[in-house]
C-alpha cells in the first residue's frame, strides 16, 4: 500500500490516514498511531534506500505464496491509490509492476477491479 500511496511523489493525508487505517484494521488494532508512524518512516527510509523496482521484488516475494494475499495486497494498494479521488499513471503502474511480479495478469487486475485500475 506505501509503494502505490509513493509512487506519485506525494503523501496526501487522506492516503495516510487510509493507510493508519487499514494496518490498524490488518493488525486487529494491535498497532497504535506511534508504531504505524515508525513503520510509514521505515518504508519511507527503505523506499530511499533501496528504491521502487526491490521494494516490489521484496513484497511480491512475501506474499507470492499465497493466491489470496496477492490479491487482497492489489486490492488494498488499489484502495489507497483512489482514497485521494484519483489513481494518477505513477500509481497504476506501480499495481500492474506489484501484479506482474505477483503472477496476476492484466486480465485478472481488470476483473478484480472492474476496469478502475
Not at 493488525?27 to 521502487?52: D, P, W
Not at 499465497?66 to 500509481?91: I, K
Request: charged share 30%.
Amino acid at each position: 500500500m506505501y509503494l502505490v500511496m509513493a509512487a506519485d511523489g506525494h503523501l496526501d493525508e487522506r492516503e495516510r490516514i487510509a493507510l493508519r487505517g487499514a494496518l490498524r484494521s490488518l493488525t486487529a488494532g494491535v498497532l497504535g498511531t506511534s508504531a504505524m508512524e515508525s513503520m510509514l518512516s521505515e518504508f519511507e527510509r527503505l523506499l530511499a534506500v533501496q528504491g521502487l523496482e526491490l521494494r516490489l521484488d521484496d513484497v511480491a516475494s512475501r506474499i507470492y505464496g499465497e493466491p489470496e494475499d496477492r490479491e487482497l495486497a492489489l486490492a488494498l494498494a488499489s484502495t489507497v491509490a483512489v482514497v485521494d479521488d484519483r489513481m494518477d499513471s505513477a500509481e497504476q503502474r506501480t499495481i500492474e509492476a506489484l501484479a506482474e511480479r505477483l503472477g496476476i495478469g492484466k486480465e485478472r487486475l481488470e476483473s478484480l477491479f472492474g476496469g478502475r485500475e
